[in-house]
C-alpha cells in the first residue's frame, strides 16, 4: 500500500491496506499496534481521497488499538492526532481540531523538545482558523505532505 500511496495511486493502496488490514486481523492479537498503522493508513488514505466520512471511524479505531498496546507518549499517537486533526478541520470542527493538534504538540514535545514544538503549534494554528472559518488548502496540502512523511 505505502507504494501505491508515493505514486499517488490511492485506490490501489486502500485496497492493499484493507488486504493487510483483514489478514493481521485473522492472526494477530486485536492489541498489536500493526493492526492500528493498517487503520491509520486507510484513514489516511481516505484523507486524501478527500472521502472524509470514512476517516473518523478508522482514526478511532487506530486510537483504540494503540491506547492498548503503546504507551501514550508513543509517536504512533502524534501521526493519528495530527491527521486526525486536519480531518475535523476540514469538516469544520475547528475546537475539535486544535484538541487534536494540541495531543500531538503534547506527544511531539516528549520526544523533542526544541523549537519544532513552537513551529509545530504556530502551523497548527495558522492551519485551523475559525475567524476566518475556512481552511487554507495550501496549508491542510502542506501539512497532509508531512502527515505522509511520519506515516512511512
Excluded at 508515493?6 to 494477530?28: C, H, P
Excluded at 470542527?93 to 516528549?110: L, S, W
Excluded at 504556530?122 to 482558523?129: H, L, P, S, T
Amino acid at each position: 500500500g505505502d507504494i501505491f500511496s508515493e505514486q499517488v495511486r490511492f485506490d490501489d493502496a486502500l485496497i492493499n491496506y484493507q488486504i493487510a488490514l483483514q489478514k493481521a486481523l485473522g492472526s494477530e492479537s486485536t492489541t498489536n499496534p500493526l493492526i492500528g498503522d493498517c487503520y491509520y493508513r486507510i484513514g489516511f488514505t481516505y484523507l486524501r481521497l478527500e472521502e472524509f466520512e470514512k476517516v473518523s471511524e478508522y482514526y478511532e479505531n487506530a486510537l483504540a488499538i494503540y491506547s492498548r498496546s503503546l504507551p501514550p507518549t508513543h509517536l504512533s499517537f502524534h501521526k493519528v492526532y495530527l491527521a486526525y486533526g486536519v480531518y475535523l478541520a476540514n469538516s469544520k470542527h475547528y475546537d475539535e481540531a486544535m484538541g487534536y493538534f494540541q495531543k500531538a504538540i503534547e506527544v511531539h514535545r516528549a520526544y523533542s523538545g526544541h523549537e519544532s514544538v513552537v513551529e509545530a503549534e504556530q502551523q497548527f494554528a495558522e492551519y485551523c482558523n475559525p475567524q476566518t472559518n475556512a481552511v487554507d488548502r495550501k496549508k491542510m496540502d502542506d501539512l497532509i505532505a508531512k502527515l505522509d512523511k511520519l506515516g512511512k
